[in-house]
């Protein structure tokens, strides 16, 4: 079931005033960019709550997994599609060159029975 694995080089470094971490190497998509910003369950906008480096980097690798599932899932439903619409054109070409061959020797038949008469 394994696709193949990509490598990325993800690099973390903090600000001047290390309130953030800078993540390098990697895209977000806005849902997870949302998600990083959410405030604490509270839901004080003054009360701001801060993110150890560690627990960034969890979060992170976290949607990455999420994110690299998603698009191995989608894969593995595509190739099973992919596979079941080829063999539905190999039964179908099937039957088509069987009713063709049907046909010629119905018309082969007749030619001969009307050579007879």
Do not use: C, W, Y
Not at 82 to 87: A, I, V
């Amino acid at each position: 079931m394994g696709g193949t694995s990509s490598t990325r080089r993800v690099t973390f470094e903090a600000d001047e005033n290390e309130n953030i971490t800078v993540v390098k190497g990697i895209r977000l998509s806005e849902n997870v960019i949302d998600r990083m910003k959410e405030t604490s369950p509270s839901g004080s906008k003054s009360q701001r709550h801060s993110v150890s480096d560690e627990e960034l980097k969890r979060r992170v690798a976290e949607e990455l997994a999420l994110e690299q599932a998603r698009k191995e899932s989608e894969n593995q439903k595509r190739l099973k599609q992919g596979k079941e619409l080829e063999r539905e054109r190999a039964f179908a070409n099937e039957q088509l060159t069987r009713a063709i061959l049907r046909e010629r020797i119905s018309s082969e038949e007749e030619r001969a029975k009307a050579k007879h008469l």
